[in-house]
Nanobody, 114 residues
Framework: QVQLVESGGGLVQPGGSLRLSCVAS????????MDWYRQAPGNQRELVAQ???????NYASSVKGRFTISRDNTKQTVYLQMNSLQPEDTGGYYC????????WGQGTQVTVSS
């Protein structure tokens, strides 16, 4: 059974940092491109960052230079290091990958507020 479990969200002040983790099970993790999406209230879910199996990365322009995606295949885990957080980064953050179907984690909430 495929499962993605995120953790690491929380409340942080503007300018602060958080590191999100997503542990995958039920898949050969190293084979898949892994993504982080986020969804703010009232908005569509948007792609934040992506990392391929050979660790090529891609970022939304709004987070480039502030967020870093990485993976540890031995731990079947993908990370999102978020620095210089701003209120507009607030939202639910979701881990995702795709085969013939889309797989999502349950999400972890990030709130950036003073």
């Amino acid at each position: 059974q495929v499962q993605l479990v995120e953790s690491g969200g929380g409340l942080v002040q503007p300018g602060g940092s958080l590191r999100l983790s997503c542990v995958a099970s039920g898949i050969v993790f190293r084979m898949y491109t892994m993504d982080w999406y986020r969804q703010a209230p009232g908005n569509q879910r948007e792609l934040v960052a992506q990392i391929t199996g050979d660790t090529t990365t891609n970022y939304a322009s709004s987070v480039k230079g502030r967020f870093t995606i990485s993976r540890d295949n031995t731990k079947q885990t993908v990370y999102l290091q978020m620095n210089s957080l701003q209120p507009e980064d607030t939202g639910g953050y979701y881990c995702h990958f795709r085969t013939s179907s889309d797989y999502w984690g349950q999400g972890t909430q990030v709130t950036v507020s003073s």
